[in-house]
C-alpha cells in the first residue's frame, strides 16, 4: 500500500529504523549549517480580517532550500532541530527575521502590522531569559510587542510546568500575543485556555478542508467561534482554499483568515508587493 501512494510514501515505509536514525543526524548536522549559510529563509503568508478583506497579519513559515536536497519541508526538519536543541537557536533565528521584516512593514505605511511566528514547545522548557532578551530587541528596533505574535500548540498547555506558564505571562505582560496553533486537533478545552491567558484560537484546517452548508464541520466551527468569543479570544480559520469556505466562516463569524485562497507564503520581496498592492480584498 505504500508504494502506491507515490514515491514520497515509498522511501518512508522502505528505509530501517537505522537508516532514518542516520539520516536524521545528518540532518541535524547540516542544520546546524545551514543556520549560518543563508539556506533558510522565511515565507510570509497573509492573516485575512475576514469582515473587510485587510490583511492585517502574516504568520512566519521557514524554509530550507538545502544545496543538495532541494526545498526540505518544515514538517520534516522541525522535529529534527526539536530533537536535538537546534530548535532554540532556530528559534532565535526566526525571532530576529521577523521582527526586522515587521520593523520594515511597519514603516511602509502599515503601522499596525503584527508578524506571527512558531514557537515549539521545547523553546519553553529552556529557562534561559529569552523572553527579556526578545523584548530588548524589539525596543532596540522602536517596536511594541504587538509587532510579534507567537504560536503555541495546545501540548504545551498540557504540559503546564511553571515555566510555561511564567513565560506566557511574560509575553501577556509584553503585549506580545499568543495564537493556539492547529485548534481541535489537541484535547483542552476552551476554558481551559483561557487560564493560559491565550489571545486567539487558529481553528486547524482539518475543519475548514470539508467545509460545507449544514456539515458537521461547520457545526463544530460554528461552535469553537461562538465560545471563543464569549471568553474573548479571536479565532484564525487556517487552510482556507475556497470562496465557500470563505463565506461559510465570515457568516459563522470567524475573525481572521489564512490559506492558498487569500496566498500562499510568499517569499520577502513577493510578500511587500502583495502588502503595497493590498490585494487582498476579493
Ligand atoms: P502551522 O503553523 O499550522 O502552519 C500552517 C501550515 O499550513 C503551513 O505549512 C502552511 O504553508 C500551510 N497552509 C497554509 N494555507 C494552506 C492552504 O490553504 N492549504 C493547505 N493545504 N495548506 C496550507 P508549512 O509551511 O509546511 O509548515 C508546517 C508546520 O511547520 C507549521 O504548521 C508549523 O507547525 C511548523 N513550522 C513552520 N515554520 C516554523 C518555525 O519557524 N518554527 C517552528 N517551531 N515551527 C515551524
Ligand atoms: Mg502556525
Ligand atoms: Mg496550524
Ligand atoms: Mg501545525
Same mark, same amino acid.
Given at each position: 500500500?505504500?508504494?502506491?501512494?507515490?514515491?514520497?510514501?515509498?522511501?518512508?515505509?522502505?528505509?530501517?529504523?537505522?537508516?532514518?536514525?542516520?539520516?536524521?543526524?545528518?540532518?541535524?548536522?547540516?542544520?546546524?549549517?545551514?543556520?549560518?549559510?543563508?539556506?533558510?529563509?522565511?515565507?510570509?503568508?497573509?492573516?485575512?480580517?475576514?469582515?473587510?478583506?485587510?490583511?492585517?497579519?502574516?504568520?512566519?513559515?521557514?524554509?530550507?532550500?538545502?544545496?543538495?536536497?532541494?526545498?526540505?519541508?518544515?514538517?520534516?526538519?522541525?522535529?529534527?532541530?526539536?530533537?536535538?536543541?537546534?530548535?532554540?537557536?532556530?528559534?532565535?533565528?526566526?525571532?530576529?527575521?521577523?521582527?526586522?521584516?515587521?520593523?520594515?512593514?511597519?514603516?511602509?505605511?502599515?503601522?499596525?502590522?503584527?508578524?506571527?511566528?512558531?514557537?515549539?514547545?521545547?523553546?519553553?522548557?529552556?529557562? !534561559? #531569559?529569552?523572553? $527579556?532578551?526578545? @523584548?530588548?530587541?524589539?525596543?532596540?528596533?522602536? &517596536?511594541?510587542?504587538?509587532?510579534?505574535? *507567537?504560536?503555541?500548540?495546545?501540548?504545551?498547555?498540557?504540559?503546564?510546568?511553571?515555566?510555561?506558564?511564567?513565560?506566557?505571562?511574560?509575553?501577556?505582560?509584553?503585549?506580545?500575543?499568543?495564537?493556539?496553533?492547529?485548534?481541535?486537533?489537541?484535547?483542552?478545552?476552551?476554558?481551559?485556555?483561557?487560564?493560559?491567558?491565550?489571545?486567539?484560537?487558529?481553528?486547524?484546517?482539518?475543519?475548514?478542508?470539508?467545509?460545507?452548508?449544514?456539515?458537521?464541520?461547520?457545526?463544530?466551527?460554528?461552535?469553537?467561534?461562538?465560545?471563543?468569543?464569549?471568553?474573548?479570544?479571536?479565532?484564525?480559520?487556517?487552510?482556507?482554499?475556497?470562496?465557500?469556505?470563505?463565506?461559510?466562516?465570515?457568516?459563522?463569524?470567524?475573525?481572521?483568515?489564512? !490559506? #492558498?485562497?487569500? $496566498?500562499?507564503? @510568499?517569499?520577502?520581496?513577493?510578500?511587500?508587493? &502583495?502588502?503595497?498592492?493590498?490585494?487582498? *480584498?476579493?
Amino acid at each position: 500500500a505504500a508504494k502506491e501512494q507515490g514515491r514520497n510514501c515509498y522511501r518512508y515505509f522502505t528505509t530501517s529504523m537505522q537508516e532514518k536514525a542516520l539520516y536524521r543526524r545528518q540532518l541535524a548536522n547540516e542544520l546546524r549549517l545551514a543556520l549560518n549559510s543563508n539556506q533558510l529563509q522565511l515565507h510570509y503568508q497573509p492573516i485575512v480580517e475576514l469582515a473587510t478583506g485587510n490583511m492585517a497579519k502574516a504568520e512566519a513559515l521557514i524554509r530550507w532550500q538545502h544545496p543538495v536536497l532541494g526545498m526540505i519541508s518544515p514538517v520534516e526538519f522541525v522535529p529534527v532541530a526539536e530533537e536535538t536543541g537546534i530548535i532554540i537557536e532556530l528559534g532565535d533565528w526566526v525571532f530576529h527575521q521577523a521582527a526586522r521584516q515587521a520593523a520594515q512593514w511597519r514603516k511602509l505605511n502599515h503601522p499596525d502590522f503584527q508578524i506571527s511566528i512558531n514557537k515549539s514547545p521545547q523553546q519553553f522548557r529552556d529557562k !534561559g #531569559n529569552d523572553i $527579556s532578551q526578545w @523584548l530588548d530587541h524589539l525596543r532596540s528596533l522602536g &517596536l511594541p510587542g504587538q509587532a510579534i505574535a *507567537v504560536e503555541i500548540t495546545e501540548g504545551l498547555l498540557l504540559d503546564a510546568s511553571t515555566t510555561v506558564t511564567d513565560k506566557l505571562l511574560e509575553f501577556r505582560d509584553a503585549g506580545i500575543e499568543v495564537s493556539l496553533d492547529d485548534f481541535g486537533t489537541g484535547y483542552s478545552s476552551l476554558s481551559y485556555i483561557k487560564k493560559f491567558h491565550v489571545d486567539n484560537i487558529k481553528i486547524d484546517q482539518s475543519f475548514v478542508r470539508n467545509l460545507k452548508p449544514d456539515s458537521e464541520d461547520l457545526a463544530v466551527c460554528e461552535a469553537i467561534i461562538v465560545m471563543a468569543h464569549k471568553l474573548g479570544l479571536k479565532v484564525v480559520a487556517e487552510g482556507i482554499e475556497t470562496n465557500e469556505q470563505r463565506a461559510l466562516l465570515a457568516a459563522a463569524g470567524c475573525d481572521y483568515g489564512q !490559506g #492558498n485562497l487569500f $496566498s500562499m507564503p @510568499l517569499p520577502v520581496e513577493k510578500f511587500k508587493t &502583495l502588502l503595497s498592492s493590498q490585494e487582498m *480584498v476579493i
